[in-house]
């Protein structure tokens, strides 16, 4: 078999009209020829053809030199740029490829831009100051932390908001109970916006109340990440679709769409209701949460339920994502329900993602372990920090913050657990305690600092939440609320297993070896 070659035609001996060289012609191979033929037997130079993968190489070549000053003139970290230069130079045919699907910070333009528009028209009716309160109902603000509540403010997140009510869920039959009442006693709307929607028991338990709202003329509105929710077929919300429900799934992967970056997914949790009641946390619409799937190991996390003026903040952010799928602007004002008092938590929303100029979550983490004067408590499924988080974790540690992270025995994706171990000298060495909860799957994302706030939301504490996932968290600055986190922390402390730094070091070669490379992953675990 003959390699496949581009013929260079060279000399005065053009072909005929047709582009082929007459048959029994002398032109094509003879001593006098003025072309080279393209029959393979009779031997074409080397000097004069070029392969296709010679030509396929040169593209890629150019390709990756377009890429490398892409790179240079991009705002990454110095390590960052030089592992991705190397990569195009030493490798191109797997580098190149990479980098057009990974690699790049641009997002669309259109995506900023429509960002910004809705974040502009979902704050019409809330007015941006600090200190922001409602009306005839002052904020003390010996009850917060002031630098992280004017952070999350600058970083583009809410205002501050009183007068709320915030309830724990621990677990998931708690939650999902909680979420099936409020959609049957919704009147006008309810949005919810998932990153895993499973067809399953619980699948089928919200699908049939959101069927039953549909009927009786509420607006179901339902977002469901498309790579989180590959397994969700439409079909399966039939009954919803039928009474008039609207689904949309956020960034589909297509060929049409790789510009958009596919690794940039929607991991919030949101579900709000009439803008009376919303939701917000780590637990996904899935069975793995339930005893009837899991007898002995039900996944263990934690979700809230606010009642009050946060969950205005808590619909802006939803109808942004939903701006984002569908280009529809939500905006109205039953979209967003007048404030009503409904307790004495101060909460604030912050969500972050790709079209945000700043990593808000990251920034508020780093912000909050920094404020800490006692202790600080974080339960995460994935444990790879940033630089920036691990630097605030180990400072906290030195200055004598007691640090505790609860993280799993046995996580549901084995390179990136492989991957926070590899963080575990530098968390240990500086005085940090770790701790492995087990058996069950640890899925909660919480922080809590100095039995005064905390953070509970989407987001894991990994280099993906923080950098490349559309994510959302509430902080509650509230006593009450951050001591029965801290109580369900320290249950979850009780049956989990500390990590001693001594044995720690003595695992393995091939088990450091593996955690180490697992490490290089960490930009896109």
Known sequence: MYPLRLAVIAGTGA???????PEGSGSAAGPGGGGLGLRPEQGARTGDTVTVWEVILAVLLLLGVQAALGIVMERRSPVATWAWLLILTLIPVVGVPL??????????RKIRLGASAARQLGREGLPLEFPPSMVGAAIDLDRIEVGTARLAVGLGGTL???????????????TFAALV?????????????????????????????????AGRGVEVRMLFDAFGSFRLPAAY????????????????????????RPDFRNHRKILVVDGRVGFVGGINVMDEYVADVRPDTPWRDTHLRVVGPIVQDLERVLNESWFLATDEVLAEPRHFGAP????????????SGPDNEWPAIEKIYTSAIFAARRNIHIATPYLVPTDAVLSALASAALRGVTVQVLVPCRGDHTLVQWAGRSYYPELLEAGVRVFEFGPRIMHAKVLTVDGRFNL???????????????????????????????????????????????????????????????RLFSPVL
């Open 15 to 21: 072909p005929g009209a047709s582009g082929r060289v």
């Open 99 to 108: 980098y057009l699907l990974f690699g790049r910070t641009t997002i669309k």
């Open 160 to 174: 501050l908001r009183a007068c709320n009510r915030v309830d724990v869920l621990q677990d998931g039959p708690e």
């Open 181 to 213: 009442q409020a959609i049957r006693e919704a009147t006008h709307y309810v949005h919810l916006e998932f990153f895993i929607f499973s067809p399953g028991g619980i699948g089928a338990r919200l699908r049939d109340a959101l069927a039953e709202a």
């Open 237 to 260: 919300l039939a009954p919803v679709l039928e009474r008039g429900g609207r689904l949309e799934f956020f960034a589909p992967v297509r060929f049409s769409r790789l510009r958009r």
């Open 340 to 351: 009503a008092p409904a307790g004495d938590a101060l909460a604030q929303v912050v969500a």
């Open 456 to 518: 509970v939301g989407t987001a894991n504490l990994d280099i993906r939440s923080f950098r490349l996932n559309y994510e959302v968290g509430m902080i509650v600055y509230d006593r009450a609320v951050t001591a029965e986190l801290d109580a369900a922390l320290a249950r979850d402390v009780a049956q989990s297993h500390e990590v001693e730094i001594e044995a720690f070091r003595k695992r393995p070669y091939l088990q450091r070896f593996r955690e180490n490379t697992a």
